[in-house]
């Protein structure tokens, strides 16, 4: 089975609005909203990663990144580790730059069912304020 190591950001303001991304209709797990990221290439830390999709999807400079843990889903076909990231400081303000639908939502907002279940967990302690 295929496993992905990906690098997840969870872009907060000021406001405490999370930005999210929808995922494309081609995709696994097609349309639902994630935080941005992506895969870790061979010979790249989880948060040179984070830097790298985000700066692709999002057009942010990252300064400002704190890892909060990891999630581990299997699914039918695939198993993925998220490696998730708190982003409270970048530079440019972030947009789709693939042309994925966008939206900022506040963190008590979330709905965990909008997204792929490998983030429900971290969603539970984003609206429950623990993060």
């Known amino acids: 089975m295929k496993h992905l190591q990906v690098a997840v950001g969870i872009i907060r303001n000021a406001d405490k609005q999370i930005f999210l991304a929808q995922r494309p209709a081609s995709s696994h797990m097609a349309n639902m909203w994630e935080f941005p990221g992506g895969k870790i290439e061979a010979g790249e830390s989880a948060e040179e990663a984070l830097k790298?999709?985000?700066l692709e999807e999002?057009?942010?400079d990252v300064t400002q990144a704190?890892?909060?843990g990891?999630?581990?889903h299997t699914y039918e076909d695939l198993r993925v580790t998220l490696n998730f990231f708190l982003v409270e400081g970048w530079n440019g303000e972030p947009w789709g730059r693939e042309g994925q639908p966008q939206r900022w939502v506040a963190q008590s907002a979330?709905?965990?069912e909008e997204f792929p279940p490998a983030n429900h967990t971290l969603i539970a302690r984003l609206v429950a304020g623990e993060l």
């Open 52 to 54: 790298r999709e985000l």
């Open 66 to 68: 704190t890892a909060i």
């Open 58 to 60: 999002t057009g942010i």
């Open 70 to 72: 990891a999630a581990d």
């Open 110 to 112: 979330l709905v965990a």
